[in-house]
């Protein structure tokens, strides 16, 4: 079964207005990791989130998580042109080994 | 401090050659992962390892492709007699432990066409 499936799976917004993406998962996790990708380009970590933590903020970026409902989401505020890109949710369970979604793109238009 | 170094960035391969990818982890990582990511897809677990030890390679396909961390030198992931269907991107991933709380840096990938 797939963990950390994102939703949705395209985004379209203006540039300043907020963009909202979900990621769903299926089984415990002992943390959970944002990840965003540029066209043609590795992937950059965002934030990682602990099980026991609920929300978490870097910059512009707010991840909340909620365990029981095992779902998490990424708000990017005021968004960019330069937010442009693919943003994919990773849970992260023993040994470190982490499984990804199939990611969320997102276009911000200027 | 440089990131985790992959190479070749490009590769292009006719169906039946061999692919082998090189990944340098960041200083002081012990732990390398490779991933596979289909176009339009997200990335797919193959295996992970640790210095001469293959740790879970539940994600790798059971025939054609090897990886290797040696003691000494980069990893490869190695793929026998290539087709079509394997061409990817291949990400590597590097962290400084196997707990969970730790960060996993990735690198910029390799591309592998198959033609």
């Known amino acids: 079964s797939q963990q950390g499936e994102e939703d949705p799976q395209a985004l379209s917004i203006q540039e300043g207005e907020n963009a909202t993406m979900n990621c769903s998962y299926k089984?415990?996790?002992?943390?959970l990791q944002w990840y965003r990708q540029n066209s043609g380009r590795g992937l950059v970590h965002l934030i990682l989130?602990?099980?026991?933590?609920r929300e978490k903020h870097s910059g512009r970026l707010r991840v909340t998580l909620d365990t029981s409902k095992k779902s998490s989401s990424l708000l990017i505020t005021a968004s960019r042109a330069a937010d442009t890109a693919s943003y994919f949710c990773?849970?992260?369970?023993?040994?470190?080994?982490?499984?990804f979604g199939d990611g969320t793109t997102l276009t911000v238009k200027p | 401090n440089a990131g985790v170094m992959q190479n070749p960035r490009h590769l292009v391969r006719r169906r039946g050659q061999e692919a082998r990818l090189r990944c340098s982890p960041m200083?002081?990582?012990?732990?390398v992962y490779w991933y596979r990511q289909l176009p339009e897809e997200g990335l797919k677990f193959m295996v992970y390892?640790?210095?001469?030890?293959?740790?879970?390679e539940s994600g790798m396909p059971k025939e054609r492709f090897s990886a290797e961390f040696p003691k000494e030198g980069p990893s490869i992931l190695r793929i026998q007699q290539v087709v079509r269907g394997d061409s990817a991107a291949y990400f590597c991933?590097?962290?400084?432990?196997?707990?969970?709380?730790?960060?996993?840096?990735f690198g910029e990938g390799s591309w592998l066409t198959v033609v």
């Open positions: 989130i602990r099980s026991n933590e």
């Open positions: 991933a590097s962290s400084r432990a196997a707990d969970s709380g730790n960060t996993i840096y």
């Open positions: 390892l640790q210095k001469e030890n293959i740790i879970d």
């Open positions: 200083k002081g990582h012990s732990h």
């Open positions: 089984t415990s996790i002992n943390n």
């Open positions: 990773a849970t992260v369970g023993n040994a470190g080994k982490s499984t």
